[in-house]
């Protein structure tokens, strides 16, 4: 990983894709997102201030995870501009996602315990497949793919799409 001199205070986004991993690409989506900013030379060149890294990592770390772009983008907008962030900071906005990434940890947990018996039949069945409709309410009774019934129209309803398919187009009035 290439050195940025301590006297260097801003990066070109070469260096930030050098010393952060992430394509220059990358880069430019992220702050096309808000994720990141930078300001603008008079050659139109851009330039991030040092603090870039650590948020940069942040997104990265956060993307790898699960987390969406938009949560982060809000994380993000809490943290101060000026300066680097500090534990205390990351450590606050990461504990506002431990819930979300416990219920993710639910849902590989039961998708790793059940996977084998969905590979094993292949039907994906709503009568056993906790995975592919865990809140099923109608697999305790019926199996396989079904189509709910389509609720009975009213002679009245009848009468009322007949006469709108009957009735003359604006442009013929």
């Known amino acids: 990983m290439p050195q940025i001199p301590e006297k260097v205070h801003e990066l070109t986004v070469g260096q930030l894709s050098a010393r952060s991993g992430a394509a220059v690409s990358a880069l430019h989506f992220y702050e096309s997102k808000g994720l990141i900013s930078s300001r603008r030379t008079s050659g139109n060149q851009r330039r991030y201030s040092r603090d870039v890294l650590r948020r940069v990592a942040f997104v990265r770390a956060a993307q790898r995870v699960g987390i969406p772009l938009a949560t982060i983008r809000d994380a993000l907008a809490e ?95």
């Open 79 to 173: 943290l101060p501009e000026e300066r680097t962030p500090t534990r205390e900071d990351w450590a606050r906005l990461s504990e506002t996602w431990r819930s979300e990434l416990d219920e993710r940890i639910k849902q590989l947990d039961r998708l790793r315990n059940h996977l084998t018996d969905c590979i094993g039949c292949g039907c994906l069945s709503l009568e056993t497949c906790v995975l592919s409709n865990p809140d099923d309410i109608s697999g305790d009774r019926l199996t396989g793919s079904r189509l709910l019934p389509e609720r009975k129209k009213t002679k009245k309803k009848q009468v009322e799409e007949r006469v709108a398919a009957e009735a003359p187009s604006c442009e013929a009035c």
